[in-house]
């Protein structure tokens, strides 16, 4: 698919040092449109969408807040650290809005599996449907993120 303009943009903002230090790439040389289409299919193929799956990980999110920084079971057979970190950092979509720098982890304990990821993660992921990219120390396989977490699609 053609990279927009505007996507090229967003991608030299995610390149290490601007926003982060490690960026938002790895090492994946992949133009953005194709990092984005590959992760939406497979969220697809999980008949899922990007906003269920950051719903979910809001929800553990808040409801690890309560451990205060400390592991604190979470129904069914979870454990969940919420970490505040100092600092904020913008969304590199340009988009407004600041996110703080807290950290969770999420054990699932039927599993043994971990995930962390922050709340710019969860925005990212929300809004624009990026995991970031291959290689990245903080990128989240789609499938593997829905599978430790166990998102489902919601009932109506
Ligand atoms: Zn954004």
Redesign the pocket.
């Known amino acids: 698919m053609k990279q927009t303009v505007q996507l090229t943009k967003i991608q030299e903002k995610m390149q290490p040092g601007i926003i982060t230090r490690d960026g938002f790439l790895g090492t994946d040389r992949r133009n953005l449109i194709d990092i984005l289409v590959e992760d939406d299919a497979s969220v697809k193929r999980m008949d899922l969408t990007h906003e269920i799956i950051a719903r979910r990980m809001m929800d553990l999110r808040d409801a690890g807040s309560r451990g205060l920084g400390n592991f604190i079971s979470v129904a069914p057979h979870f454990e969940v650290r919420v970490d505040s970190v100092r600092g904020k950092l913008p ?1 590199p ?1 340009g ?1 407004p ?1 600041i996110f703080p720098k807290t950290n969770m982890t999420v054990k699932n304990l039927d599993t043994g599996k971990t995930v962390t990821f922050t709340d710019l993660h969860i ?2 992921i929300g ?2 449907g990026f995991y970031e990219g291959k290689g990245s120390p903080f990128r989240l396989e789609p499938e593997e993120l829905a599978s430790v977490l166990e998102v489902e699609k919601p009932q109506d």
């Open positions: 969304c979509f988009d809005g925005h990212m809004s624009h």
